[in-house]
């Protein structure tokens, strides 16, 4: 029994290390894989160019050209904070009040029930009426358009967080009041791990769909950010500068995309990694 017991030690000593080898390995790969999408997007780009108009679609060393122009002689750089300014505020306002209405909805049977139509409903209303109405009862300024893009982006927090508090493990919450663990520590150690994975699905989401929506209020009625100046853009027929400017904006999505928000994630999952493991 000793030996059989020494070797099962020494086959799970000799098996820890290779999730920490082939972490790098995979990393490597995604990054890869990623690297040569992105190079076969601009050859195909690059090769559509060749076959059209230089007007209609210019060739991805033209685009980048003027984005350069933009950023070092154009209001590029004003253009984006305004932007950014407008998504972090509707970001964290939307994800704030969805997910405390979605965990009520979601341990609450009489809410659930009670908000259920009104969700619904909400999830269905197309986001320029939103933003219309928004601008016609708050005004066209700035509480309009960070209202505006978070009621549009609210529902799907909810739904999102209405699911994960319905899957909540009763069995934790037993051993919780077993072990007298106080309201903060509950909360701590047993709810926000549970919660965290639908709390990142839905941030994820919404940092996709919010800046989308905040470039539609821009367009129509801000007089700053991107969404205006491809308005401006549009109306000169500038497609060069479109992309320039989408360009210049979904990097930096990307960027926060892949440095903050999917590390943030691999670090609230890694409990569950663990057991797995």
């Known amino acids: 029994m000793s030996t059989e017991r020494q070797s099962d030690r020494l086959q799970g000593q000799s098996t820890t290390p290779v999730p920490a080898q082939g972490a790098p390995t995979r990393r490597s790969q995604r990054f890869w894989l990623r690297s040569f999408s992105i190079l076969a997007f601009l050859l195909v780009w690059q090769v559509g160019s060749l076959f059209s108009d230089a007007d209609t679609l210019p060739a991805p060393l033209v685009v980048l050209q003027n984005l350069w122009h933009h950023l070092t002689e154009g209001e590029l750089l004003e253009s984006l904070a305004a932007t950014l300014r407008r998504v972090v505020l509707a970001f964290l306002l939307a ?61 799907t927090v909810v739904v999102t967080v209405r699911e994960g508090a319905r899957a909540l493990d009763r069995e934790l919450f037993d051993v919780a009041r077993a072990y007298r663990l106080s309201r903060w520590r509950t909360m701590r150690f047993v709810y926000l ?85």
């Open 95 to 155: 994800m704030a009040t969805g997910t405390l209405v979605g965990f009520w909805m979601g341990r609450s049977r009489s809410a659930d029930s009670s908000l259920d139509s009104i969700l619904i409903l909400a999830l269905n209303i197309p986001a320029l009426v939103t933003i219309i109405l928004c601008y016609l009862w708050i005004g066209l300024n700035e509480v309009a358009a960070v209202v505006a893009v978070a009621i549009n982006k609210m529902p």
């Open 193 to 277: 791990p549970q919660m965290m994975p639908y709390l990142m699905a839905a941030a994820r989401s919404g940092l996709s769909l919010i800046w989308k929506i905040v470039l539609v209020v821009e367009l129509l009625g801000r007089s700053d950010g991107v969404g205006f100046q491809l308005g401006v853009f549009f109306q000169f027929f500038d497609i060069t500068s479109i992309l320039a400017y989408t360009i210049s904006f979904a990097s930096i999505i990307m960027a926060i995309e892949f440095l903050l928000v999917q590390p943030l994630e691999r670090k609230a999952n890694h409990w569950r990694d663990g057991d797995a493991d």
